[in-house]
């Protein structure tokens, strides 16, 4: 499974979940320089939770594609 349909394929699983992925590893180097930014940490933990309930979605229907984003985007063990 491609994280991407089409070109302009921002609905599906796949594709919120590398989004979610990318902002979650920005907002962390941000943190680490600005460690007392305390709504940003916030903000994290919400896209991390939104993250986690997408990943549990797509563990659910399609398994296979599950496994291909997990190892292509380096996240779980």
Do not use: C, F, P, W
């Amino acid at each position: 499974m491609a994280t991407k349909k089409t070109n302009k394929d921002t609905g599906s699983a796949g594709s919120q979940i590398t989004a979610l992925t990318e902002r979650i590893r920005s907002i962390n180097e941000h943190l680490k320089t600005n460690s007392k930014d305390h709504s940003s940490r916030r903000g994290l933990l919400l896209l991390v939770s939104k993250r986690r309930k997408l990943l549990k979605y797509l563990k659910r229907t399609e398994l296979e594609g599950y496994k291909t984003l997990i190892e292509k985007l380096n996240i779980r063990k």
